[in-house]
């Protein structure tokens, strides 16, 4: 098969995939797979179809097939996602971590790290990767109002007003952030 099959057959199973026509998007996928076997893409395809379909084993070793052929953000993540349905925070975590240090911008692992974060209580560990995320995106009012709360939470107070008050003069629609910020004027 030539590249150009490869192409098409992986486009097609991107767009079943969209559409949630798992079935035809797997067919498509194997097709590209088995096509040119040097492209992570329909493995990580095929892993997302297997997680939608609660198969997390399965997934898992779709994801580390990708992993093997270019370890990227996206398969950082995706491992880390079926570690972390398979309660696995800690490795999971990291995983998210790692993602992030390719790709500030990957929004799976950033709001997985979120949440693992506040749960493990690794927040001195979620900052840095949300201040990453807002130097390249410094409009994303949800980040930052992320960050201020992270900052409340370890005690950093005027950073976090510092935060809010940017997005209240940027953002003024955003009313958690106004919120927040009468509570730590209070």
């Given amino acids: 098969m030539s590249h150009l099959d490869y192409e098409i057959n992986k486009e097609l199973g991107e767009c079943y995939l969209f559409m949630g026509e798992l079935d035809k998007a797997e067919d498509y996928y194997k097709k590209a797979a088995s096509s040119n076997g040097i492209h992570p893409d329909p493995y990580l395809g095929l892993a997302t179809i297997a997680v939608q379909r609660g198969e997390l084993e399965n997934a898992l070793t779709l994801y580390v097939k990708a992993h093997g052929i270019d370890a990227n953000d996206k398969t950082f ?33 950033l709001l997985s790290v979120i949440r693992l974060g506040h749960e493990l209580e690794r927040l001195p560990q979620i900052v840095p990767a949300l201040e990453s995320y807002l130097s390249i995106n410094p409009g994303k009012s949800e980040v930052r109002y992320s960050l201020a709360g992270c900052m409340v939470c370890l005690d950093r107070k005027e950073e976090a007003q510092a935060q809010l008050e940017q997005i209240a003069s940027t953002d003024p629609g955003f009313a958690p952030a106004r919120e927040l910020l009468a509570l730590l004027d209070a």
Avoid: T
């Fill in 77 to 109: 993540a995706g491992i880390g996602l079926v570690k972390m349905e398979q309660g696995l925070k800690e490795e999971a975590f990291d995983l998210f971590l790692e993602a992030l240090a390719r790709n500030p911008e990957n929004m799976v692992a």
